[in-house]
């Protein structure tokens, strides 16, 4: 009787491994170890290699335990190809234990198209952890409370990140307070007041006496016609005369009219002469130009009117009300940095969380 379930037993091995060869299968499971304490953890690790082209159903994954008494505590799986028109597959299971015993886990089996191929089992022996009961007073226990000093870097990113906290919370802080105060706009603008007429004709005059380049030969031309531009300017201003469109007899006429005779001699000789420089390219002299550059001087003083006088600059405040579009800017800013606040704040805590914790 022992020697026919013998010979139906290598039968059927014989038939599982004509089919595996036919469709060259190779299927072997292992353990990175087959011994361990309780409460550790070791590897099973199923390895299926085959033809391309077949259809391969492995087992399934999703179980809490690989037998009973063994948790698995993390599971995956992967395919590779292989030179040749091969395919391998692995299914890898993170063990353990919490009962100390000899397990025994089963074959793995693996569908190939319609053929059932069934792994090698395994033997895994947990151990359980010695006690030495000859001297369980001399167990440590609970161990004391270490203080461990904090490093630089571990706090230093806190650090930072209160520094930004005050920054930004101080701008937020002032721009708020802008926004609701809504102050306007105050402009402090020195005004500067125009300068009487005569101290203008004769600081002009005094800029045409130093220019040298004017006083040199051939530009007797120029140097009329700045001058005598400074003097008609200054009958404008003073008498409010058009000179600037009037020609020299025309400025005589009408400066008869509000001054004598004798007063206005030196202006006739000045224009006069400029009239025959520009129109009929007389050339003067260096005396006489600097004569008439006198009498120049000496009828402003002469003409002048006593009561101008030189007035100190002054202040003028300019108050201008806040645009709508400022004051959008402002409530936009006021947002934005509240979001930045609040998201300091948070990374802030976090990162001391994690510090002290």
């Known amino acids: 009787m022992k020697k026919k379930v013998l010979y139906i037993i ?5 038939l599982q491994i004509s089919a595996a060869t036919a469709q060259n299968v190779i299927l072997n499971a292992k353990l990175d170890t087959f011994a361990m304490r309780i409460g550790e953890q070791t590897r099973a690790r199923l390895e299926l290699s085959i033809d391309s082209g077949y259809n391969v159903v492995l087992p399934e994954l999703e179980k809490e335990k690989l037998v009973e008494g063994i948790e698995i505590l993390e599971s995956k799986e992967y395919s590779q190809n292989v030179d040749g028109g091969r395919k391998n597959y692995i299914q890898e299971y993170l063990i353990t234990s919490f009962d100390s015993t000899r397990y025994e886990i089963p074959p793995f089996e693996v569908v190939v198209d319609k053929d059932t191929f069934a792994s090698n089992r395994l033997i895994l022996d947990v151990y359980s952890v010695e ?4 001297n369980i007073n001399n167990i440590a226990g609970p161990a004391e409370v270490v203080d461990v000093q904090l490093t630089w870097e571990e706090f230093r990113d806190a650090i930072y990140l209160a520094i930004i906290l005050i920054l930004v919370a101080v701008a937020l802080v002032m721009t708020t307070i802008s926004l609701v105060k809504n102050k306007p706009i105050i402009r402090i ?3 500067k007041p125009k300068l009487p007429s005569h101290v203008i004709a004769i600081n002009r005059i005094d800029e045409i006496r130093n220019n040298e380049s004017l006083s040199a030969e051939g530009n007797e031309k120029e140097y009329y016609t700045q001058l005598t531009d400074v003097l008609r300017e200054y009958m404008h ?8 469109e009037m020609t020299t007899s025309e400025i005589i006429d009408e400066l008869l009219k509000i001054k004598d005779k004798e007063s206005i001699k030196e202006l006739k000789d000045i224009l006069e002469v400029a009239d025959l420089v520009k129109f009929a390219k007389m050339k003067p002299d260096e005396r006489e130009n600097r004569l008439n550059m006198t009498n120049a001087i000496e009828f402003v003083n002469e003409t002048k009117n006593a009561e101008e006088h030189i007035v100190q600059p002054t202040e003028v405040k300019i108050v201008n009300e806040r645009s709508l579009l400022h004051k959008r800017v402002l409530i936009a800013a006021v947002v934005i940095l509240a979001v930045i606040v609040l998201g300091v704040i948070f990374l802030l805590t976090t990162d001391l969380y994690n510090m002290f914790s």
């Open 189 to 191: 603008v020195k005004v």
């Open 237 to 244: 201003d003073r008498f409010g005369i058009d000179a600037q």
């Open 10 to 14: 290598s039968l059927v091995l014989l």
């Open 131 to 134: 006690i030495d009961t000859a």
